[in-house]
């Protein structure tokens, strides 16, 4: 901002000579070449400025078109001298910026339930960085959801491991099921855990150790009582629950 008020107090006294001693002027820039220079090279850069925040939009970089957003706001106080208004852009992209906002959100809670943890923490760290408070509001409705969504799928893990062996037969479907959903939390410790709760997030470190510890209660259990109808020769019994 310093610099920006800098450039400005230099083309306020470039125009109050130009118009109250245009001679003086002349002496040291005949053509005034300088200030249209000056003002040819700021107008450059709100085009390119305004180039690269339609390419960070379309990337979804939230955070980065955020701070370009608050340069061309500060550039703005210089728009007395440009023919190219550093205001009109930021007030441009700033009402895109908001416009996306749902669709970001909506996007990104999608990701949750689909388990894209990956998308769900660049996502997240967007909305984190950006200085804003629609992306703020954003960041807390997306940690709830986030929270409670690994919660339930937590909990649905345990509850599959207490049933991976039912009424002394194994049930492969079950342990399948439980080996997918411990993948899913296992990347949400990759690429979330900095915006989990502290209790979902023990939840989250204990749950495997946890959940495999009942799997293997579940498979002793089925070995021993495959074990009794052998000693009992009960060999059909047996063969059924190999099945």
């Known amino acids: 901002l310093e610099n920006v008020d800098a450039l400005g ?8 000579i130009e118009n109250q001693f245009p001679k003086i002027l002349e002496i040291f820039d005949p053509e005034k070449k300088l200030l249209k220079e000056w003002k040819k090279k700021l107008d450059e850069n709100a085009d390119a400025m305004s180039d690269h925040m339609q390419e960070l939009l379309g990337a979804g970089q939230i955070a980065d078109l955020h701070d370009q957003i608050q340069i061309s706001k500060a550039l703005s106080r210089l728009d007395d001298y440009l023919t190219r208004k550093y205001f009109d852009t930021c007030r441009e992209y ?34 984190e960085e950006a200085e804003n408070n629609v992306f703020k509001k954003n960041l807390k409705q997306l940690k709830y959801v986030l929270n409670n969504s690994l919660e339930t799928l937590i909990d649905q893990t345990k509850n599959q491991a207490r049933f991976t062996a039912i009424g002394g ?34 939840e989250l470190k204990t749950c495997e150790i946890a959940v495999k510890g009942r799997v293997e209660e579940g498979l002793i259990q089925l070995l021993k009582s495959i074990k009794g109808l052998i000693s009992r020769h009960c060999f059909y019994e047996v063969n059924k629950q190999k099945q």
């Open 94 to 127: 700033q009402n895109q910026l908001y416009k996306e906002a749902p669709n970001s959100l909506q996007a990104a809670i999608a990701d949750i339930k689909s388990h894209n943890y990956e998308n769900v923490s660049l996502v997240m760290t967007e909305y």
């Open 9 to 16: 107090l230099y083309f306020q006294e470039l125009d109050e």
């Open 169 to 202: 037969h194994a049930a492969p479907e079950k342990i399948q099921l439980i080996v997918k959903n411990l993948k899913f939390i296992r990347q949400a410790g990759n690429f979330v855990q900095a915006f989990l709760n502290p209790t979902v997030l023990n």
